[in-house]
């Protein structure tokens, strides 16, 4: 059963996370996307968090690994979209029932 997780970032958020112990992938280009997502093994990682501007590069290819691997994409410490921002705090709403109060379903 998968039980590792891992970051596919830009070198700056690798950083901060790389302390917590997750396998990281600095991604500064498509390219490097594209090799990270190689070598991500469905039967090591359950969890991979990428960042609003790694998924913008490799988005399409997430797609053939998603139903083996839950993929979560973050805000990275550069981004000014909040794209994974605006997708944890959905969560979060859901999570603890704000979003059925608030008609947010």
Sequence with gaps: MPDKLALIADEDTVLGFGA????CFIVE?????????????ETKYAVVFLTDEA?????EEISRLAG???FM?????RSRKQMGLQEIT???EKAVGIA??????
């Design 20 to 23: 917590l112990g997750m396998d």
């Design 29 to 41: 280009a498509r390219s490097a996307g594209l090799s990270a997502l190689e070598k991500l093994d």
């Design 55 to 59: 998924a913008d590069l490799i988005g």
């Design 68 to 70: 083996k691997i839950l």
């Design 73 to 77: 994409q973050i805000p990275s410490c």
């Design 90 to 92: 959905a969560m979060i």
């Design 100 to 105: 059925n109060i608030m008609d947010k379903t």
